[in-house]
T-cell receptor
Framework: AQSVTQLDSQVPVFEEAPVELRCNYS??????LFWYVQYPNQGLQLLLK??????LVKGINGFEAEFNKSQTSFHLRKPSVHISDTAEYFCAVIRNFGNEKLTFGTGTRLTIIP | EPEVTQTPSHQVTQMGQEVILRCVPI?????FYWYRQILGQKVEFLVS????????KSEIFDDQFSVERPDGSNFTLKIRSTKLEDSAMYFCASRDRVDTQYFGPGTRLTVL
C-alpha cells in the first residue's frame, strides 16, 4: 500500500515570498506523483505530475516540484506567491501499474498574507 | 477545455433516505472514479469503474453503495440508506489511457 505525508497542515506566506509545501510518500513499488489544488468552494484541479523522466516538473500558475527518489519526497515550490494562490494543496500518489486509486495526503492550506 | 461535471452541487437528505449523485465524465475517458472528503479530512478513494464494471473498491464502499453508468455519458453513485457519517464532499473523476485523473467540482452531501 502507498501512503502520503504532508507534514504542514497550514502554511502562511507573505505575498511575493517563496513557498515550499512538503510531501513525502511511502511505497514498496514505483509510483506516479501528483499535486492537486483546491480553491475555496471548488473541486480538485491538477497542478502538476511526475510520471517519469526529468525529476523537476513544472505545472500551472508558476508552480514546480522535484521528485527525489532517495528521500521519497515530492515537494512543491513557487518562487513568488500571489494572493490568488490561497488554496488547499494535496499531494497524491498512484502505483504506476495496475492500481486505480489515488492516495492523497491530508492537505496543506496555503494562506497568502498581503 | 473539457471538464467533469457533477450534480447537484449540494444535497441535503434525511438519514435512511436514498441519494443518487450524478457525474458526467469527460467524453472520451474510459475510467471513472468516486472519492469522498469528510470535512477536515483527506480525500479518500471509494471505487473505480471500467468497462461497465467495478475494477476496485475500498472498504468504505460497502453494500449501501453502488455505481452505474446508465447511458453513454452519466456515471452515478447511489447510497441506499444514508447515515450521518456519509456526510461529505463526493468527487467524481475520470481519466483516459494516460494516468491523470480529472476531478469534478464535487457534491456536498449533508445527512440530517
Amino acid at each position: 500500500a502507498q501512503s502520503v505525508t504532508q507534514l504542514d497542515s497550514q502554511v502562511p506566506v507573505f505575498e511575493e515570498a517563496p513557498v515550499e509545501l512538503r510531501c513525502n510518500y511511502s511505497s514498496s513499488v514505483s509510483v506516479y506523483l501528483f499535486w492537486y489544488v483546491q480553491y475555496p468552494n471548488q473541486g480538485l484541479q491538477l497542478l502538476l505530475k511526475y510520471l517519469s523522466g526529468s525529476t523537476l516538473v513544472k505545472g500551472i500558475n508558476g508552480f514546480e516540484a522535484e521528485f527525489n527518489k532517495s528521500q521519497t519526497s515530492f515537494h512543491l515550490r513557487k518562487p513568488s506567491v500571489h494572493i490568488s494562490d490561497t488554496a488547499e494543496y494535496f499531494c497524491a500518489v498512484i502505483r504506476n501499474f495496475g492500481n486505480e486509486k489515488l492516495t492523497f495526503g491530508t492537505g496543506t492550506r496555503l494562506t497568502i498574507i498581503p | 477545455e473539457p471538464e467533469v461535471t457533477q450534480t447537484p452541487s449540494h444535497q441535503v437528505t434525511q438519514m435512511g433516505q436514498e441519494v443518487i449523485l450524478r457525474c458526467v465524465p469527460i467524453s472520451n475517458h474510459l475510467y471513472f472514479y468516486w472519492y469522498r472528503q469528510i470535512l477536515g479530512q483527506k480525500v479518500e478513494f471509494l471505487v473505480s469503474f471500467y468497462n461497465n464494471e467495478i475494477s476496485e473498491k475500498s472498504e468504505i464502499f460497502d453494500d449501501q453503495f453502488s455505481v452505474e453508468r446508465p447511458d453513454g455519458s452519466n456515471f452515478t453513485l447511489k447510497i441506499r440508506s444514508t447515515k450521518l457519517e456519509d456526510s461529505a464532499m463526493y468527487f467524481c473523476a475520470s481519466r483516459d489511457r494516460v494516468d491523470t485523473q480529472y476531478f469534478g467540482p464535487g457534491t456536498r452531501l449533508t445527512v440530517l
